[in-house]
């Protein structure tokens, strides 16, 4: 059974930053693709950000130059850094691993956090 742990989350200043990570219960992170995704109360969960094995990453529009994901093989971690945060990023944010990238696409594996909050205040 593959556990995910994230951490990091808090309530920050708008123009901020925070870092999350990701823990995984096993070498999983070296392995098929991993993402982070969102969601904002009364809305869909939206994906923010993802990483091959190979190390390629893509971002949402909405967080492009602003977040960064990146992650730790020897640790099997994931992290999603987070800078000049907006009252916009509030929510919830989820790891998920062992997914795949189908002509562009994120498919999400079935591995997933409990999620960790991120609160941006004005």
């Known amino acids: 059974q593959v556990q995910l742990v994230e951490s990091g989350g808090g309530l920050v200043q708008a123009g901020g930053s925070l870092r999350l990570s990701c823990a995984t219960s096993r070498s999983i992170v070296n392995s098929n693709a991993m993402a982070w995704y969102r969601q904002a109360p009364g809305k869909q969960r939206e994906l923010v950000a993802t990483i091959t094995r190979g190390g390629s990453t893509t971002y949402a529009d909405s967080v492009k130059g602003r977040f960064t994901i990146s992650r730790d093989n020897a640790k099997n971690t994931l992290y999603l850094q987070m800078n000049s945060l907006k009252p916009e990023d509030t929510a919830d944010y989820y790891c998920?691993?062992?997914?795949?990238?189908?002509?562009?696409?994120?498919?999400?594996?079935?591995?997933w956090g409990q999620g960790t909050q991120v609160t941006v205040s004005l």
């Open positions: 998920n691993a062992a997914g795949r990238i189908v002509a562009g696409t994120y498919i999400p594996g079935a591995y």
